[in-house]
């Protein structure tokens, strides 16, 4: 079954003296509303933040607007899913070239219908099944709380 995250590349995180495979990578999650009635290609993808206990451990994933979360990390209640990863070793789904978007004021990531063929096109060579991408996958409502 294909993940329902994917990995957004950070080129300005990763200078190019230090990559050799690995980079800087923010894993997205669908938005928490589109996963309850839109099929994975078709959802807004958001950063996977987690909650911070007071011990400093993520917790729960919480869903936040992609604006809200640099000032929520600051607060030190919430982290990133920001990290570096070998692309290679650990062969994960992406990175995808998101698309920007700006709407209504609010900005998210989709992933482009191009992007999604090549990942169709590739899936078999690496025995990733790809089977829900046009299928409706929730995500629990009671493990995502909205802080929009």
């Given amino acids: 079954m294909a993940s329902r995250t994917g990995a957004k590349m950070d080129q300005q995180k990763t200078p190019t003296r230090h990559r050799k495979g690995v980079y800087r990578v923010r894993f997205l999650c669908p938005n928490q509303e589109d996963s309850q009635k839109m099929a994975l290609r078709s959802c807004r993808y958001w950063p996977m933040v987690h909650a911070v206990d007071e011990r400093g451990r993520k917790t729960q994933i919480v869903s936040i607007r992609p604006a809200k979360v640099p000032q929520l990390i600051l607060t030190k209640r919430y982290m990133a899913t920001d990290i570096k990863i070998n692309l290679y070793h650990s062969a994960i789904t992406g990175p995808f070239n998101y698309w920007n978007v700006k709407e209504h004021g609010n900005k998210y990531f989709k992933i482009p219908h191009e992007q999604w063929a ?4 590739k ?14 996958v929730p995500l629990p409502n009671a493990d995502i709380p909205n802080t929009t």
């Fill in 123 to 136: 899936a078999n060579a690496f025995q990733v099944d790809v089977s829900n991408i046009d299928k409706v």
């Fill in 118 to 121: 090549i990942l169709v096109a």
